[in-house]
């Protein structure tokens, strides 16, 4: 049985409530008085606490199931019936083991649509999803809604394009069109669930969920906290349901893979007041972190940092697959420098500015979120690759792509701190994947720590791209947030 195989038979049987057993690996007995007692039930510890199976009868169980089985809606409902401070903050780590019945009834495979909406763009894949394998059968975009250079294209599973057109499309309506008119125009499998991308879940909705009337109240309560992107999401939800009647949808969230984060890391230096009005840290590129964590599973380094650098940039602590800290906050304008966000702005910039230049709330969103970062800075682009195109003549793009790098590292380094040193280091998104220079730079800072780069395996993208004498792996993978969305789809449908 191969690993995924694995994972997936063991989330079945721990969302369903079946095999369930949390281990606070602080300890050395498992608490049993406060968890279900089934013969399906894999206790870490030699502890003879009948009825439960000691020890793993299926190899590599516990590495297979740790970055992912953790997060199901069972552990959380559970966690909240525990009194113990200790469990809460520790690591969770469900246990099964699969049963007979569960190997040979597997959970089907269908075809489930990802939907990935921005602010003005629409991601769109339509994924055959097994046990397995999440394999691609057609993706694409529709991009620049409501613009006037609004364009629409897609690509089959061999990465062939099947069509690329500028087209007006004034609004998410319209992009929702053109997807279903290809799926059908194509002669493609309808699909049988779609999930889509939701950038925050609020204070309520920590984990991925089918949708219903409910959670949308619930998302459009949610919305003040990332006012760019959530409408469009619901729109898109709303879309989906009147173009593809009956077919379930599923919420899949940017936070949920922070939602765990330790108190410390999450709790903002503000009266708690606000604090119980839900204003926290909730960390944002969680699909990404998961669908990174997902290629890792079988060799997890249990210190690991995931560097998502794109238009939107973040740095994740990872602890035995479990995020312990993030450096987005509340919304996704804060932690590193990103293309038109400015990341960490000292507050009192935003005081000066309204109270002296008389902004007000709508003017400050737009600056920190749109006129900010390397556009701010530069004065020319917020794209990377117009930044490095003009730098050797204009000393603003030169200074712009060194604080975005600056930025990166001194964030890497806080993670550092964070874990108690760092074994593997993943870049990922659009830059981080595609962009060697980005990376040295970045990673010259580094070498207090031990990092050290391969400078040719770098250039050309080997794995890993660290030097053989690097203390830290240093690792290229791309980002399959549209796959991961799939996945977590496919597990609760």
Known sequence: M????????????VGTGRGLLAIDESTTTCDKRNWPATANTICLFDCGCPPHNHGAT????????RALAYRSARVASVRERTDSADLARAYWA??????????????????VLALNSGSSSLKFGLYRVSAANTLRVIVGEAEAIGKNKSAFHAKDAQARTLLQEQIPIPGQLEAVKLIANLLMERKLPVPESIGHRIVHGGAQLKEHCRINESVLRQLETAAVFAPLHMPAALSVIRLAESHFPGVQQVACF???????????????????????????????????????VRQLTGSIPGRLIIAHLGNGASVTAVKDGAS???????????????????????????????????????????????????????GLSADMRDLQGAEGGDPDARLAIDMFCYSASKQVAAMSAVLGGVESLVFTGGIGENDPQVRATICGRLASIGLLLDPGRNRVTGDPISDSSSRCQVRVLPSQEDEQIARETWLLC
Do not use: W
């Open 2 to 13: 191969n690993d995924q195989a694995l994972i997936d038979i063991a989330r079945n049987l």
């Open 254 to 292: 940017d936070t949920s893979f922070h939602a765990h984060m330790p108190l410390i890391a999450r709790t903002l230096p503000i009266p708690r007041a606000l604090r119980a009005e839900g204003v926290q840290r909730y960390g944002f590129h969680g699909l990404s972190c998961e669908s990174i």
């Open 94 to 111: 469900p246990m099964v083991t699969p049963t007979e019945d569960a190997v040979q009834k597997p959970k089907r495979e269908s075809h």
């Open 324 to 378: 312990i800290d993030t450096s987005m906050g509340l919304t996704p304008t804060g932690g590193i420098i990103m293309g038109t966000r400015s990341g960490d702005l000292d507050p009192g910039v935003l005081v000066y500015l309204s109270r002296e230049k008389t902004l007000d709330v709508t003017r400050l969103e737009e600056l920190v979120d749109q006129r900010s970062g390397l556009l701010g800075i530069s």
């Open 58 to 65: 299926v190899s590599n169980v516990r590495e297979g199931i």
